[in-house]
């Protein structure tokens, strides 16, 4: 089992940044092996959305079009913490954002996710 807790969300004015943590834990050797690491948002009303995941194993990133060029997803070596940057915040990423991870290789960056994190709240004021 894989346990993860976000962090770092907050409420910042339209063009401000943040940057959320996600702590992983749980057996070394399950953390070892999540092949994706994600974040994802939800805001009221609307359907959860994949923003950013990475490889794990060698660093490749994705990013959804709405956010591309303004967030920036990494880890720590250990793979144990993963970060979302996120600037020029606007309105519209006002959300709850989720980490997950993906134990599968398979398939989408932004599906078939696993392991979820119970949320940071963001929000972004006009």
């Known amino acids: 089992q894989v346990q993860l807790v976000e962090s770092g969300g907050g409420s910042v004015q339209a063009g401000g940044s943040l940057r959320l943590s996600c702590a992983a834990s749980?057996?070394?050797?399950?953390?070892?092996?999540?092949?994706?690491m994600g974040w994802f948002r939800q805001a009221p009303g609307k359907e959860r959305e994949a923003v950013a995941a990475?490889?794990?194993?060698?660093?490749?990133?994705y990013y959804a079009d709405s956010v591309k060029g303004r967030f920036i997803i990494s880890q720590d070596n250990a793979k144990t913490t993963l970060y979302l940057k996120m600037n020029s915040l606007n309105p519209e990423d006002t959300a709850m954002y989720y980490c997950?991870?993906?134990?599968?290789?398979?398939?989408?960056?932004?599906?078939?996710?696993?392991?979820w994190g119970k949320g940071t709240q963001v929000t972004v004021s006009s």
């Open positions: 990475i490889a794990t194993g060698g660093g490749f990133t």
């Open positions: 749980g057996y070394t050797y399950s953390i070892y092996y999540m092949y994706y």
């Open positions: 997950a991870a993906k134990s599968s290789r398979g398939g989408r960056w932004n599906a078939g996710y696993n392991y």
